[in-house]
DNA sequence: CATGAATGAGTCTTCATTCAT
DNA sequence: CATGAATGAAGACTCATTCAT
């Protein structure tokens, strides 16, 4: 319980601090205001670098935004397969899935929040979070899996996602606008269990 | 089962029949490009009306965005208290949230939408959608009464709310995404009854 | 000296009681804020009638900037006829001249305003204030008058026009925008007095 | 008398052609049009500029008439204290300062007007030209120490003020109309010596 | 006469993007 | 690589004016 969990977040293109620093900053002011309501200029000051910058490293703010999802819909999905996909059984795996998403918010809020709120409707073209696209694959594999194994009941495997995956992202949801006060790691048993209750076959 | 459900959607103000139009008109595009990308010359022609006419009848856009916001919200809660709170099990108060929800999805779509969507989060100052703040209360009070009653067990009652209005937003997303072909009333009673395991005492 | 003055301010089209609350709020309004910003929503505030009265009344926004300003013109003029021309000496004349106005100034201060700052620059085409026009022919006339009648000594009619009229209208500058803080009236004589040292043959 | 004076018109920011283009395209339409009939669009057209440059250069339209005004004063104050303050006899200092004006005028009669009728009234907080605030200070300087040099009478010094500075600005107001057509050069002396004659002890 | 909802041209301003230095 | 002045299309909003009731 206390060996280290590592949320894996790979550094891009070694040597371009200025990029990072952009990518950290455009990450920060789209968290906190928004895709729309954050100006290239507001950028500019935030990461203090140049307009010219911006282009040199991104060829345009949409990129930039698709970016930062990429990066982070990437650090999901391997840590998704490293913490989760390993699990042998479907119970272990949920808990796991649980653990993962909850340690992160605690640990990369703005991260996460971009997982979440970085619906980037009005960016790209569609209109699903990572939780909806790629994590939806990811869980419904899971489900799907513990269907055949038997360790799930016989059920739509939308709904069982949506059990899962929903739950989660209320949780943190709450845990992000403050309506939770405590640390989400409280939750995970328990969070996990009663998923599972309403699983298991 | 076979009675008529009707949602209700009371008429603003007899007699503004532009008023309606433009609410209309904004409340779809909103939905469909965002707030941001919807400019208000986007709402007069998908209105039909003219750009004086917006803002004799709603000082500004986002006053405008607001105003259907809360509109979403009452209607939510006009239809919880009739349908939800009057009944009497806790079972069946997830059961007709369940039906409600659903229901009210393949009904009026983009309505419930924006309640999901509309996350206003670049307009209003908090960031949480009706099923946030006020479906929380909503959710919240249901789930007390249930433990203090001794249906629900007890467990941290954030975490039971999040089980229930996670679940059910995670169904509708997943519809209007496409990504659930059926209309959502097929799953009523599946939703309900895993919702259910995973609370009853 | 204790009789009392009259100034002329006949009644506009009597009857028509809409008309007077529309010139009055929008005198008002103009000086206070200027022509352009004031609104027609404004002076529909400030007068309490409906947008359409005004138009009903004044055929636009323009012409009852003129009418305001025609009215004040003829007021002066009707009081410079009155209480200046029916002067015998030129002297008396430049003493009443100066009495008319610090005495309205004090009295009305509004429409002494919108004859002095009413400068209808941007709404007619000349570009002269009342005491630049018709305040210019009154002076100029009194001042030839008095060159002819050797009261006046031989010099150029404008300047001495804008000794007198000059440091009248800085006097009531100074007194309207709260410099001088004592009423004008304390200061016709001495003001008559030194404009008549500047100009006596 | 021959001698060339330089009327003060420092540079500003040396590099910035395009900001000085703006300045001077709106300072000549502010004084042509006024400040609210000259629109962005305007200045555009005037200086051969675009939009965002005018945005980059100033904050707002508001804040470039300020700027012209500023500039205004801060020339009329140089000129003021480099040409009448350095005068010995208060009728020296007089001299001067109707040479200075009245010069001026002749020679840049769109700063001039600026510094009359670009009062801001509209704009600015305070109601008062240059020739009321910076330049009254200076004219009511230059009068109390003639009082106190016992060269000029004892009197209200409002008064003595409103003689000089009155009489100034309305002959460069004639002239600015086209009422005076010979240059104001030629009436130094006399406006001088009559301004005098009121005022001398 | 009076109303005020409706119009739409025009206003100021912002901001993603480019490019000469 | 980096800069930031310059661009201009597009945005939200205002307001004088009209007209059906």
Request: charged share 25%; proline share 2%.
């Amino acid at each position: 319980m206390a060996k280290e969990i590592v949320f894996r977040a790979e550094k891009r293109h070694a040597g371009t601090e200025l990029k990072d620093m952009i990518f950290k900053a455009a990450q920060k002011l789209f968290v906190e205001k928004g895709y729309h309501s954050t100006s290239i200029p507001d950028i500019v000051k935030e990461a203090g670098v140049s307009t010219g910058a911006i282009y040199h490293h991104y060829s345009s703010k949409e990129e930039l935004a698709r970016e930062i999802h990429k990066t982070a819909v990437q650090q999901f999905l391997a840590n998704f397969n490293e913490q989760v996909r390993t699990q042998k059984s479907t119970y272990a795996k949920i808990r796991a899935y649980t653990s993962l998403m909850f340690r992160w918010t605690e640990q990369d809020p703005v991260m996460v929040q971009y997982l979440l709120y970085g619906r980037p409707k009005e960016i790209l073209v569609r209109n699903l979070t990572v939780c909806s696209e790629e994590g939806l694959q990811a869980t419904r594999e899971m489900v799907e899996q513990g269907m055949e194994a038997g360790e799930i009941k016989t059920m739509n495997p939308c709904l069982a996602s949506a059990i899962i995956s929903g739950t989660l992202m209320r949780m943190i949801e709450l845990r992000l606008d403050g309506l939770i006060e405590h640390p989400l790691e409280e939750f995970i048993e328990a969070a996990a269990n009663n998923i599972w209750l309403a699983l298991k076959a």
